[in-house]
């Protein structure tokens, strides 16, 4: 039974938690994989909220924004990817503070939402990670997207592979905050705009191109959105 599925190893039940298109795609991945008895679906945190997690024995979230808080956390074991590799990026909108940042290359990592409760930082939930894979953050955000279904999947099967000899690390720490991005972030004035090169335009209009609000420029006469960029070097 060399690879398969051994006698009495412990089959799972657990709760995929995701809304985003290209977390979604990520489920029948975590579903069928030999390990995983059961795996619903779960979009909301109102859905969430009516499960008894007492049955089930793990929390899969993938592009979910919101925290599970302490009520969750304390009764069934929960992960979840994030796709920077610096700490400073674990406030929110990790993706448009990157390529803002002209940042290219990075990490995608399981984390855990497990935390130590009497660390004095505020976005424990980026504690500890266990496995990541390179993340390439060239292209438009379809491209980026289309990374973060496949990466996921690879993070995922690997953490289910080696559960439950998972081996955690510590997430390296920093002093830097970037703040998460606010919907008035998404618009620049003219005066803003003859400001930045067109390698700037590129990755803030990039960065907030389909499915999130897109980036606009704002005078007095309207306001103009740009839905998809294109850019080349010189």
């Known amino acids: ?49 009516q499960l008894d997690l007492n049955a089930y024995d793990l929390i899969v979230s993938c592009g979910w ?20 590799e ?7 909108t990790p993706i448009q503070l990157q390529l803002i940042d002209g940042i290219t290359r990075s990490k995608h990592r399981i984390f855990s939402f497990t935390y130590d409760r009497n660390s004095s ?9 266990s496995h990541e894979v390179d993340l390439d953050y060239s292209g438009n955000m379809e491209d980026i ?3 973060l279904t496949v990466t996921s999947k690879v993070l995922f099967n690997r953490y289910l592979d080696d559960y ?8 390296p720490a920093e002093d830097i905050v970037r703040p998460k991005r606010k919907p008035e972030d998404s618009v620049l004035s003219k005066e803003d705009f003859i400001q930045m090169d067109t390698e700037q335009l590129y990755n803030f209009f990039r960065c907030l191109e389909d499915p999130y609000p897109n980036g606009c ?3 007095e006469k309207g306001v103009l959105y740009i839905q998809k960029v ?5």
């Open 164 to 171: 439950p000899d998972i081996i955690w690390k510590q997430w």
């Open 217 to 219: 420029i704002e005078d």
């Open 145 to 147: 997207l289309e990374q």
């Open 1 to 49: 039974m060399d690879g398969g599925l051994k006698i009495n190893e412990t089959r799972m039940k657990v709760i995929f938690l995701a809304y985003r298109d290209w977390a979604l795609a990520v489920y029948p991945t975590v579903k069928k994989h030999p390990k995983v008895s059961e795996c619903i679906l779960v979009k909301t945190t109102a859905m969430l909220k």
């Open 65 to 84: 924004s919101e925290e599970l808080g302490e009520d969750v956390t304390s009764k069934i074991e929960a992960i979840g990817v994030h796709c920077a």
């Open 86 to 92: 610096l700490d400073r990026y674990s406030y929110g």
């Open 230 to 234: 294109m850019y080349k070097k010189k």
């Open 121 to 129: 930082r505020a976005h424990t939930h980026n504690r500890l990670y």
